[in-house]
Structures are given as structure tokens and as C-alpha cells.
């Protein structure tokens, strides 16, 4: 198997662990954290808490159609990220796909966004939003040193 099936297959298998991930946490926080949260360290606690919005709860109170924009949103974003910006690393896609599948998912199931990790005083988030974190940083990081001319990945 040549290393451009071997990168597909890895990239595939990142995406199904993400996204079973993503699941199962999610339901464990709807079956325990509802009716009490969990204080793992003095800066780390596991609550639950309904996201109707988008990132950091923004438009929750609209009356736009959310899972509409989520599946846009997930397809401009394969569609740019496969050829517009080529050569992204496959693994790097995989990643924002399967948390933006597992929070679609959400918003068809519930209705919103279950979120559950609590740092500090910062938002509470899960893991299909630290996927997507993760991988525009490397995203932002491999293009900014590919666009220099700079192969560093």
C-alpha cells in the first residue's frame, strides 16, 4: 500500500475515533452530568450545559435555521479545504469533519449542542469542538508555512 492510501486510511480511521469520541462523551453527559457535575482539578469541572447557538454560544437566540447552516458550513468547508487550498493534510480534515459531523448530529438529535468540559472560567466546550480548534490551528499553521515556501509538516 503506497503512503497516499496508507494517509486516507489513517485520515478515515481519525475521523470514525473522533466521531465515536465526540458520541459517547456527549452521552454520558446527558445520562450523568444533568443532574450533577463532576470536579476533576481546581480548573477542570464536567457540566452539562445546551448550546442552541453556534461557537461560544453566539446566535442562540436567533431564528435562523442553525442545522441548515451547519450542513452548508460542513460542505464549503470540505469543498474549500479539498481544492482551494490544496495540499491540506487529509488528517487535518478529518478532524474538522468529524467534529462538525458530531455537532450536527447534536443539533438533529436535540436540537442543540451538548457541551460538557469546563476550563476555568473559559466556555464550556466538547469534543467535537476541540477537534475543530485543533485542527484550524493545524491548518492555519501547516498553510501559513506552506504558503512560505517553508515545508516544515
Known amino acids: 500500500m503506497n503512503n497516499d492510501k496508507k494517509v486516507i486510511w489513517?485520515?478515515?480511521g481519525l475521523f470514525v475515533f473522533i466521531l465515536i469520541a465526540d458520541r459517547i462523551t456527549k452521552?454520558?453527559?446527558v445520562r450523568y452530568l444533568q443532574v450533577k457535575s463532576i470536579h476533576i482539578m481546581p480548573w477542570i469541572d464536567?457540566?452539562?450545559?445546551?448550546?442552541?447557538?453556534?461557537?461560544?454560544?453566539?446566535?442562540?437566540?436567533?431564528?435562523?435555521?442553525?442545522?441548515?447552516?451547519?450542513i452548508a458550513s460542513l460542505l464549503?468547508?470540505?469543498?474549500?479545504?479539498?481544492?482551494?487550498?490544496?495540499?491540506?493534510?487529509?488528517p487535518?480534515?478529518?478532524?474538522?469533519?468529524?467534529?462538525?459531523?458530531?455537532?450536527?448530529?447534536?443539533?438533529?438529535?436535540y436540537g442543540h449542542v451538548?457541551?460538557?468540559?469546563?476550563?476555568?472560567?473559559?466556555?464550556?466546550?466538547n469534543v467535537a469542538d476541540a477537534s475543530i480548534t485543533i485542527s484550524i490551528i493545524l491548518f492555519l499553521w501547516f498553510y501559513l508555512f506552506k504558503a512560505?515556501?517553508?515545508?516544515?509538516?
Open 46 to 70: 464536567l457540566v452539562y450545559v445546551t448550546n442552541k447557538g453556534i461557537v461560544f454560544g453566539l446566535f442562540s437566540d436567533t431564528k435562523f435555521n442553525l442545522l441548515f447552516l451547519s
Open 114 to 125: 451538548v457541551d460538557f468540559i469546563k476550563i476555568h472560567q473559559f466556555y464550556v466546550f
Open 10 to 12: 489513517l485520515s478515515i
Open 76 to 90: 464549503i468547508i470540505s469543498i474549500l479545504m479539498i481544492y482551494w487550498f490544496k495540499p491540506i493534510p487529509y
Open 27 to 29: 452521552y454520558l453527559a
Open 148 to 153: 512560505n515556501g517553508k515545508n516544515t509538516v
Open 92 to 109: 487535518i480534515i478529518a478532524m474538522i469533519l468529524a467534529g462538525g459531523v458530531g455537532n450536527l448530529i447534536d443539533r438533529i438529535q
